[in-house]
């Protein structure tokens, strides 16, 4: 088979959707190396059959290779936790060829860094999006109505960008789904209403619901059209906390198609199992693009072969590399290693069956791990 991979050694990629990692002063157990290679959340599945994935038995192999220790998950802990945890955390990044990180603060699944730690302690460059929700949430104890909400919303958004933030992310998928339509603004008043008194009585602020969920998205959409960012959309898989049948990007149609949005660039992302749908939506409408972050590293296989169905529809100047990694740099290093591995796999197999030339494809992967979202993201002049 052509082999491809040696063509972007010297390409540092573009993680266009990335997590900060948790302060580096720790030292990591079994269970805390296994969480971000699973979905689960349950104790026992992570305890009991983490280990025995696919996925995580090559990770462990990628990560004993770096340390140069056995491929067991007594090795790789133990030579991991006598390493200096600064220095190992950018070895592994840099190791990953990633240039540029535009992360999402907003979760980490765990005591994560803050921005200024973060980019105080992480040598690569380093961007950031808005993560919509949880940002307005923070908008609701100061708010008098669902209207003045939504306002404050759309100023944050504008402040946040002008500091420097590049897109918006929002995970509707889990607090709603994405069958969006047009919302009710009497139910998104009252359910506001008892949002509000919630935060009054001191209690949790959780944002969930169609009414108001859907009519943030539609307010978020229409700003990140008039600000020229990137609206970036939870889909598939990535959250166990989701109705899963509920996160199909189908739903969004409106996004594409209504006339208020046709500036608004919107990034499906991991899309697995609907990167096909992802794909197809890509291919018919000028401003959607796609990744399928979290898919390669944690479907093993399969995750290849999702990259590969993808590009049956989706032209190859809509597929954005990212890893959705968080928590530790190993998930940065394991995520990078197999999504290089599966582009050249399956560009690779284009070429063998005469679907590219090799130039062509060569070019393809370079679009992939870096010029899409370089343009995407307004990161070079155009």
Known sequence: MTSLLQEWDDLPAVDHHCHPLLHLNTKLTAIDLRRPFTEAIDDNVIREHTQHSVAYRRALRILAAELGCDPTEEDVLGSRNEVDPVEYANRLLKKSRTGLMILDHGYAGGEAMSPAEH?????????????????????????????????????????????????????????????????????????????????????????????????????????????????????????????????????????????????????????????????????????????????????????ARALEEALGLCPTSKLLYATDASRFAEVYLVAAVLYREALAGALGRLVDSDWLTRAEAVEAGRQVLSGNAERTYQLIAP
Request: glycine share 8%; proline share 5%; net charge negative.
């Open 119 to 303: 980019s105080a302690t992480i040598e690569t460059p380093q961007l950031h999006v808005v993560r919509l929700e949880t940002a307005a949430e923070g908008l609701v104890a100061s708010s008098e109505s669902v209207t003045d909400w939504l306002d404050a919303a759309r100023s944050m958004l504008r402040d946040a960008v002008d500091g420097g933030a590049v897109g918006v992310k929002t995970i509707a998928a889990y607090r709603a789904g994405l069958q969006l339509l047009e919302p009710d603004p009497s139910r998104a008043a009252a359910d506001f209403k008892i949002l509000r008194a919630r935060a009054a009585a001191g209690e949790t602020v959780r944002l969930l619901g169609e009414p108001l969920c859907h009519t943030l998205l539609v307010a978020a959409a229409e700003e990140c059209s008039r600000l020229g960012v990137p609206l970036q959309v939870h889909c598939g898989l990535g959250d166990p906390d989701e109705d899963l049948a509920l996160a199909n990007p189908l739903g969004l149609r409106r996004l594409f198609v209504e006339p208020r949005f046709a500036n608004l660039k919107v990034v499906l992302l991991h899309c697995y199992p609907f990167h096909r749908e992802a794909a197809y939506l890509s291919s018919v409408f000028p401003n959607v693009y796609m990744d399928l972050s979290l898919a390669i590293h944690l479907a093993g296989q399969d995750g």
